[in-house]
């Protein structure tokens, strides 16, 4: 399959860290995949997410994207991807609208065009009757919502989602977890970093388990926990943790 991401002995420290915050990550995630970087807080998910979409530098290693080399390339990989960050990235002065506008306008979009996509994004995440409410008067979970329709009114091929259902209420959680199936279906790749390892199980195809930098282990779901004979996700991070930790 055609490689979205491809990451190679990355290593990354923070000005004054004591230790890496990532040590060696070597990933390869092909086209059309639902990839899930799972872990506890600090594990190193939001620094390579961060990497990934060419926000933060980096110590060693290589990382491209659809064959473009972050370091070089950002220009042409910028319009190939969509960013939502964990914390809510809107302006809390301007109605819903305006912020789809400007952050629309911020690719070039045409004005029909940027109306259209508004519209029927909108639509898919019961949002539109509250389009013309400033952003301070929505709830957390329209937040969400509104924050992950800015990341794709430019179509990305590529969606880093960080941490993208953190204190959302149960129904924004499931139209939010729908509209993501619905998009990987169509043929977006998706990289969702979470420490929910029970939701992630149900939405990834495949998934890599992250802890002080570095992978503990990596595969589909179901063949990590056929062959490590485990009930769940967080079990078996939690007995491969304990392993390196002896080790």
């Known amino acids: ?8 002995d990355l290593r990354k420290t923070y000005r004054g860290a004591a230790a890496p ?37 980096f110590d060693r290693g290589t990382v491209h994207l659809c064959g473009l080399d972050v370091r070089h390339d950002r220009a042409r990989i910028r319009p190939l991807i969509g960013v939502v960050p964990q914390d809510i990235a809107l302006y ?19 004005t029909r065009t940027l109306r259209e996509r508004i519209d029927t994004d909108a639509d898919r995440l019961d ?6 409410k400033r952003i301070e008067h929505l709830s957390g979970g329209m937040k969400r919502k509104l924050n992950l329709l800015v990341a794709l009114l430019h179509r990305p091929r590529i969606l880093f989602l960080d941490e993208p259902t953190v204190g959302v209420d149960v129904h924004s959680r499931q139209e939010i977890i729908a509209h993501l199936r619905a998009l990987n279906t169509d043929g977006m790749t998706i990289i969702y970093t979470s420490h929910d390892m029970v ?5 990834c195809t495949r998934v890599a388990l992250m802890n002080r930098g570095a992978t503990v282990c990596e595969g589909t779901p179901e063949a990590l926990l056929t062959e490590a004979r485990m009930p769940s996700l967080e079990a078996l991070f939690i007995a491969r943790t304990e392993e390196a930790g002896r080790a």
């Open 199 to 203: 939701e992630a199980e149900r939405l």
């Open 21 to 57: 915050s990532v040590d060696g990550l070597t990933l390869h995630v092909s086209e059309g995949e639902f990839f899930g970087l799972l872990g506890p807080n600090g594990a190193g998910k939001t620094t390579t997410l961060s990497i990934l979409a060419g926000l933060l530098s």
């Open 92 to 110: 809390p002065e301007l109605t819903a609208a305006e912020n789809l506008h400007f952050f629309g306008r911020m690719h070039g979009l045409p």
């Open 127 to 132: 949002l539109r009757a509250h389009l013309h």
């Open 1 to 8: 399959m055609t490689s979205a991401i491809d990451i190679r």
